[in-house]
């Protein structure tokens, strides 16, 4: 089924809407009758909806496990209002960023909110396609794909189906926007963890745990899982804390290896998924995932070397 | 890749297939949505601002009134960004409680949108400030939910089909059948108003048409407290000077966290900070009470003896003033009447005909109203008594008292309590004096128009019939149980932003009646925004809010005089940069009017040939025999009516229109003490009772031998005995005097061991007002439910917790609500705020969606109604993003709905206070919300209360309908008053 033009644009302002909306408040009775219209979600809506038990769904996912903001993702040069997007942001008649809203600019839900605001000005007959392109490539992109992954690896099937559909969404919409590369990436580089001899587990721990660093998102869950699996304590405290007892518990339990192998396979997990987003064959797509591709590997030549080094002392 | 293709062409066009496409929205109100505003490349100048310096010694400061036609500063909202806007100032009034304070709208001088409203330093009420109410008219001007255009009913009445009409075609249809009615009786058109918000205008249409077609809302407000203030003083509110008092006693903090909360909590904090004791009595632990000096938490009802103890007190030891009660009170009259109706208090006889036999009297009549008695009756430790009685003792003159609404319209016979709270003002010689009470018509000032048209010959039954005489004012929350009945009907019925099936007890009979169209032929309703009863209106007209509409208005809110002047600030704007507006819906959002311009039109054709008498009055008087036009009505108020005004403004070379339209407001005096004691002017002659005449007509009084103008009572002095209440059937020393009246929620009357509860369902929150703040987001994200509160020891007994669910039985039916268990309620008192629980029928269009539940309303052919919640409040997709991010869902329960009709026999007043006949955990199929009322029962209680009455025909003394001297908002000719002869 083809959508005419004018109406793919309406039909894109309402997902971003819906998508924005979503993800700042969870399933709401609003909300659900909107996601009723959405035949590829419809098997998985509730019957009645128990807003209590949403809504301490929509906490474990987004509130404990993956970080909606950008800055989690990115450093202070892919920020909102950073030299990169501040032109996008304060685009054409001046766009409000974040007017009034109650979540902060950085929140998925404000900046999907501008893509959507970007797409009502076209409708309207402002030329925005430039706008919409920078905004996309320079900034939201970036850290879009590592969000929706993370949630799309979250054990939560309803969460796991709208984060897919944004990224097909998404892509979709890049598709149609042009050719166009990415300016600069707007991450710190990669520093190379184990060139400091005195690095120790925590040292470790705080390179997986970075998203930036590793290329990939360690949840609370995820690394909760790895211990399970593992059959080691992981303590509690913050990821890095979580991170590092896992280490060093795997060590005292003789489990590193194991361990060690549970985080290479998700590395190679998410390098699947971004060689998914670089078969589009849209330029800024594979310019943005083979960044991120290239910072996983440097992880699984962490791990790889790490690995190495624990043969060698047994 | 074709896999995703696949998934997104799906979801794109399954979302726009749903109901939530915006582009629908889009083009239905394609002139209308958020504010836009321009970046101006001007930067802001140096400049030195007005500054206010409050008498509590804080400043503000504000663009002086020279530079508000171009005004440039930073919007902050644009940090870290330098935009500098450029914005014309224009003067309003707010709109949303009554007090009138001053608005300064700041309009964007290339979109001429709103961006915000800040006080007017010119304003001598506000003085510049504001509550929240005021800024949030913003809210209520961008509401994505407003009505923009007229609509006419097209299908069923409720059925919710509307059509979009022009306004000369509602103008024309409304018009004609006004003019067939009015040729055909004169009691057939009522206008049926809220709060006015406007002093003056509307009533003189009513007048022109030559119908009795007024009725007001007053008898659910402030009859109570009316009446025990006529019948001492002949005025019928009060106006206390807070900021000069030594003491301020309150009878709850309904007015000051209502209706007044801006201009009287400013003052009231100056008196304390100057020293003055504040005392609040309340059965709830409010924002005032905590602040008190002393909390005296007063079983309901209970008010007047405690008040009467501290009047004991006073009286016993010698502390009032006498020279004032000798010089000021009806004590001679007083001693008479007690001489001549021995049996009133057997046992007390009248000793002499000097003020000692009065002060002995007093003596002996109050000498049972002890501390002790009021403690236990009351509730409330000695101790707080006695210690109030030696504040009030200690006041020299300045006790600033205050009841409106709360205990006055709460119980049965209610009226007694501000007669009794008044009475410590006249022993204490607190009467309209620097730190006292005044009364509002010294403080308030009304201008007259142009042209005043001659009383109506006629009498509305529907509006005040024979059963009560002394109602203040019009029976209003009747009129459903009067149409039940078959008294009468209603060819043309004007609701003002005015919702009486929602705010009124009893809602479900008025739904009955809105849905008659045999008794409501034609029901038009003037309002601003969707309201329950215009759901079932034939037009909705859709009326601006503050700074969309012109009015004029004075308040009482302090010792001075003043007048503020309400203007469509974009209409001004719009001839200030030299567009000429002919009606204000050219300038406002969509088509929104205002009453003023359509009243005018309205009127005018509806006597198209002058033969009705009515066209006459809406003639130009600058331009003989054309239609009036709104500034012209203005324009000769501010010219002729204003002492003082064409002056000052010729000081600034200004006409005084432009003075007004300027500045928005002017101070006619800045205080008025004590005007009973002005000299009376000309007199020729002095009848047995002191009073002094003037061809015939009673201008003063003699107090103490000099010639005064006095009071507004038939005596001209202040009436301790009511010669009134007597004369009309009310014969017992209970009502002819101060004193205690039982109420119906008196401790006798609820049997607490059988579970019985008091529901206290009128308390006010300083952030909304009734219905109108429904439509202001702020305003409800701060304050959206409205709980049950109830006492620990209650909550045990019940077994229940914060958040749990209790239904309340009353003696129609019953609701479900959530607790909330607090310390800060009385023992066996259960309370609710009265501003919550809105509801609408459709999930797309009806009262806003973020202050409602959508509901499924049950009709039985019994009689018996049902509310059930659907969902509450909930997000939704406007223009405005704040809609899609209201976070809360639970917008309180409609309890009004279960409330029996109680009319004082007196003063009209429905007694507001409930007999919870049962507070029980809900059953297990309640739910949240959840109403259900028997109409038949509604009719039982109905009939029981209106027993209560002494008809005018069996007790009038001459044969009138109502004594001539009480107030009415429009009187009749004086014929009119006469009984049928039947």
């Known amino acids: 089924m083809m959508v005419e033009a004018r109406d793919h644009l309406i039909g894109r302002v309402l997902a971003y809407r819906l998508f924005a909306d979503f993800f700042r408040d969870g399933l709401t009775p609003d909300l659900l009758s909107r996601f009723e219209a959405v035949d590829d979600l419809m098997e998985l809506l509730p019957r009645a909806l128990d807003s209590d038990e949403w809504g301490a769904r929509h906490y474990e996912v987004l509130g404990m496990n993956v970080v909606p903001y950008a800055g989690w993702y990115l450093d202070e040069r892919g920020l909102l209002g950073g030299a990169s997007t501040a032109s996008a942001a304060f685009g054409p008649g001046g766009v409000l960023m ?46 879009l794909f590592p969000f929706c992954f993370a949630v799309r690896r979250f054990e939560d099937d309803f969460y796991r189906e709208v984060a897919s559909l944004l990224v097909d969404v998404v892509i979709d919409h890049r598709a ?45 869950r995820r690394i909760q899982d790895m211990a399970r699996s593992a059959d080691v304590p992981r303590g509690f405290g913050d990821r890095v804390q979580m991170l590092s007892n896992l280490l060093r518990s795997a060590g005292q339990y003789d489990r590193v290896e194991q361990t060690l192998q549970a985080i290479a396979e998700d590395c190679h997990a998410w390098k699947t998924m971004y060689q998914r987003v670089r078969r589009f064959d849209v330029l800024a797509l594979d310019h943005i995932a083979a960044e991120w591709t290239r910072r996983i590997d440097n992880t699984l030549a962490i791990i790889d070397r790490m690995s190495t080094e624990l043969g060698r002392f047994q | 890749m074709g896999s995703k293709d696949n998934r997104v062409e799906r979801l794109l066009a399954s979302l726009l297939r749903s109901p939530y496409r915006f582009q629908d929205k889009v083009a239905e109100d394609s002139d209308f949505g958020l504010p836009k505003y321009s970046e101006s490349e001007l930067v802001p100048e140096p400049i030195d601002l007005t500054t206010v310096v409050h008498p509590d010694g804080r400043m503000s400061q504000y663009p002086p009134p020279d530079r508000w036609d171009d005004w440039v500063e930073w919007d902050g909202r644009q940090w870290p960004r330098k935009v500098a806007r450029r914005y014309m100032l224009v003067p309003t009034v707010c709109f949303n409680c009554e007090s009138a304070c001053g608005l300064l709208a700041y309009m964007d001088r290339e979109t001429l949108d709103i961006k915000k409203f800040e006080g007017n330093p010119a304003h001598p009420g506000s003085r510049g400030r504001n509550c929240a109410k005021g800024p949030a008219t913003l809210n209520q001007i961008y509401d994505p939910e407003r009505i923009l255009y007229p609509l006419k009913r097209v299908g069923k009445r409720g059925e919710g089909k509307w059509k979009r009409v022009s306004w000369d075609e509602a103008l024309d249809d409304i018009a004609a059948k006004m003019r067939e009615s009015r040729q055909r009786r004169r009691d057939g058109i009522m206008y049926h108003v809220g709060r006015p918000g406007e002093d003056g205008f509307t009533n003189r249409c009513i007048q022109a048409w030559g119908v009795d077609g007024h009725n007001s809302h007053t008898n659910i407000c402030s009859a109570g407290a009316r009446a025990g203030y006529a019948f001492w003083t002949g005025s019928d509110r009060p106006s206390p000077d807070h900021a000069s008092a030594r003491v301020i006693l309150l009878i709850s903090s309904h007015l000051e966290t209502g209706h007044y909360f801006n201009p009287h909590a400013q003052r009231i904090m100056e008196g304390m900070e100057k020293g003055a004791k504040l005392i609040t009595m309340d059965p709830r632990l409010s924002n005032t009470a905590s ?59 009248v000793d002499g005909e000097d003020f000692d036999a009065f002060d002995r009297l007093l003596k002996k009549l109050y000498a049972d109203f002890t501390f002790k008695r009021a403690a236990e009756e009351s509730q409330v430790p000695v101790d707080r008594i006695r210690k109030t009685a030696d504040y009030i003792a200690d006041c020299d003159g300045r006790l600033a008292t205050h009841t409106w609404r709360s205990a006055s319209i709460g119980n049965l016979g209610g009226w007694q309590v501000s007669r009794c709270l008044y009475f410590l003002n006249v022993l204490t010689a607190s009467v309209g004096t620097r730190g006292g009470t005044a009364m509002n018509d010294w403080n308030k000032f009304v201008p007259k128009p142009f042209d005043s048209p001659p009383p109506f010959d006629a009498w509305n039954e529907l509006h005040l019939p024979v059963e009560w005489p002394l109602a203040f004012y019009e029976m209003s929350f009747l009129l459903p149980h009067f149409l039940e009945e078959g008294r009468g009907d209603i060819d043309v019925y004007f609701t003002r932003v005015y919702n009486p099936m929602w705010i009124n007890p009893d809602g479900f009979m008025w739904l009955k009646a809105l849905k008659d169209e045999q008794k409501m032929k034609l029901h038009v309703a003037l309002t601003p925004t969707w309201n329950e009863s215009a759901w079932f209106a034939d037009y909705v007209l859709p009326m601006g809010h503050s700074g969309e509409r012109h009015d004029l208005m004075s308040q009482e809110t302090h010792s001075g005089q003043w007048i503020a002047f309400r203007q469509p600030v974009r209409r001004v704007a719009l001839e200030r940069l030299g567009k000429e507006v002919e009606f204000t819906y050219e300038a406002n959002p969509g088509q929104v009017w205002e009453e003023n311009e359509f009243w005018i039109q309205l009127s005018a054709r509806m006597d198209p040939d002058g033969s009705l008498g009515v066209r006459k009055h809406f003639e130009s008087p600058y331009r003989p025999g054309e239609i009036i036009k709104v500034d012209e009505y203005y324009r000769w108020i501010f010219e002729n009516s204003v002492p003082g005004l064409p002056e000052k403004a010729a000081e600034e070379g200004l006409d005084s229109l432009a003075y007004m339209r300027k500045y928005g407001a002017f101070e006619i005096t800045a205080e008025n003490f004590a005007p009973y004691e002005a000299p009376a002017a000309e007199w020729d002659r002095k009848d047995g009772r002191g009073r002094l005449e003037h061809k015939g007509n009673v201008v003063g009084v003699l107090a103490d031998d000099d010639p005064r103008v006095g009071f507004k009572t038939p005596s001209r002095k202040l009436e301790f005995v009511s010669p009134t209440l007597h004369d009309w059937g009310w014969t017992e020393l209970e009502y002819v005097v ?31 007002i009734h219905t109108r703040s429904a439509n202001a987001k702020w305003l409800y994200e701060l304050s959206h439910k409205n709980p049950i509160w109830m006492h620990p020891e209650d909550a045990r007994r019940l077994q ?97 709905l279960t409330h029996g009709v109680h009319p004082d026999p007196i003063s009209g007043a429905h007694c507001w206070l409930q007999k919870a006949t049962s507070v029980r955990k809900a059953d297990p199929g309640d739910r949240h919300g959840d109403v259900y009322v028997d109409t038949a029962k509604s009719m039982e209680v109905y009939r029981r209360w209106v027993g209560l009455a002494r008809p005018a025909t069996e007790n009038s003394p001459d044969g009138t309908r109502r004594p001539y001297w009480l107030k009415r908002p429009l009187k009749p000719v004086r014929a009119a008053y006469q009984l049928p002869t039947k």
């Open chain 1, 98 to 143: 974040n007017g009034g809203a109650s979540e902060s600019p950085e929140h998925v839900s404000s900046q999907l909110a501008i893509v959507e605001h970007l797409l009502r000005l076209q409708i309207d007959g402002h030329d925005t396609i430039d706008d919409q392109r920078r905004f996309l490539d320079d900034h939201l992109l970036w850290w």
């Open chain 1, 176 to 220: 149609d926007l042009g050719t166009g590369v990415p300016g600069a990436v707007p991450m710190a580089d990669q520093i190379d963890v184990l060139s400091d001899e005195k690095a120790g587990v925590r040292e470790i721990a705080q390179h997986l745990a970075v998203v930036s660093q590793s290329g990939i998102v360690l949840t609370r």
């Open chain 2, 291 to 349: 602040k008190s000096d002393v909390w005296l938490p007063t079983w309901p009802g209970s008010e007047t003896v405690v008040l009467l103890a501290i009047a004991n007190h006073l009286i016993q030891n010698d502390l009032y003033d006498r020279s004032f009660v000798r010089r000021w009170v009806n004590w001679r009259e007083s001693l008479d009447h007690f001489r001549r109706h021995a049996s009133l208090a057997p046992g007390i006889a």
């Open chain 2, 738 to 768: 101060p004193w205690t009246l039982k109420s119906h929620v008196h401790p006798d009357e609820i049997n607490r061991a059988a579970g019985e509860m008091l529901l206290l369902p009128t308390f006010r929150l300083p952030t909304l």
């Open chain 2, 800 to 896: 229940v917790d914060s958040g749990e669910l209790v239904r309340v039985e009353t003696e129609i039916g019953y609701f479900v609500d959530k607790v909330w268990v607090t310390e800060g309620i009385k023992p066996g008192v259960i309370a609710m705020s009265h501003h919550l629980g809105r509801w609408r029928l459709r999930e797309d269009a009806g009262v806003n969606r973020g202050a409602s539940n959508l509901v499924d309303l049950q009709e039985q052919e019994n009689g018996s109604y049902g509310l059930r919640v659907v969902h509450g409040a909930a997000a939704w997709e406007s223009f405005d993003p704040d809609t899609s991010r209201i976070w809360w869902k639970d917008v309180g329960v409609h309890q009004n």
